[in-house]
């Protein structure tokens, strides 16, 4: 018979083996996602660590829910999540530094990854960040058109508030 404490470890081992595993095969696309949302440079190696710090916090609450997730996808789960906490940190806005979406404001590069990136739909979205959906897809279009040239970045103006929308 096997003892409470064996039990316990069997599952603890097992657990941290399926989160292993999950981060080996996800963690390089949810890095490069959150490269993105940071507007960090992505080479040199080590140049994005806004980026790095956001995808650890959001692997950290990931793995604190394991065992609840319950069939969820784990990767759905810690891609809201990193979605949540940059929204949360826009609150204390940093300058983009070089990378590919500087020109967006962090609103629109939020859900240009999400949307394109990603490949979330426009209801699912607009439902994480609470925002209509034609909102969302407004805000998607005005971003594309920014990247390819077609239009002016966003001025910054004010302050930030929430999902990088001046106040």
Known sequence: MWTVRERQTGRGRRRAQEFETFVAGAAGRLLHAATLLTAEPMRPPGANPRAQRLLTAALAHTYAQWDGLRGEDPYDRTRRELATRFAHEVWRHHRPRGGLLDPLTPQERLVLVLR???????????????????????????????????RRPTARRGTPGPLGVAR
Do not use: D, F, H
């Open 116 to 150: 394109l990136y990603e490949g979330v739909a426009e209801e699912q979205t607009a439902a994480l960040l609470g925002l209509p959906v034609e909102r969302v897809r407004a805000v998607c279009n005005r971003s594309v058109a920014t990247m390819r040239g077609t």
